[in-house]
Nanobody, 116 residues
């Protein structure tokens, strides 16, 4: 079982930045990929960014390309999401996830609100 704990959400003004962190614990051996989804009430969860643990290959949804950067620190079992040039459309609950042996684990989510 993989446990994931997110942190770093909050309220930020349009144009501002936030960095989300996700720490993995438990049975973390052979985690293949980690990433971030986000969800707005009434809408489906949207994949934001992913990164492979080995190799660090990244993937982003088009709406965040050039603004968000996903990275990982394998020594700390942590994945980060640096979010710049935030706009109100980025407001959502952000969830960390990890894929291991074909199964996904999820964190509890952290709220990001972009508002003036």
């Amino acid at each position: 079982q993989v446990q994931l704990v997110e942190s770093g959400g909050g309220l930020v003004q349009p144009g501002g930045s936030l960095r989300l962190s996700c720490v993995a614990s438990g049975s973390i051996f052979s985690i293949y990929k980690m990433g971030w989804y986000r969800q707005v009430p009434g809408k489906q969860r949207e994949l934001v960014a992913t990164i492979t643990v080995i190799g660090g290959n990244t993937n982003y949804v088009d709406s965040v390309k050039g603004r968000f950067t996903i990275s990982r620190d394998n020594g700390k079992n942590t994945v980060y999401l640096q979010m710049n040039s935030l706009n109100p459309e980025d407001t959502a609950v952000y969830y960390c996830y990890a894929v291991k042996d074909g199964r996904s684990s999820w964190g509890q989510g952290t709220q990001v609100t972009v508002s003036s």
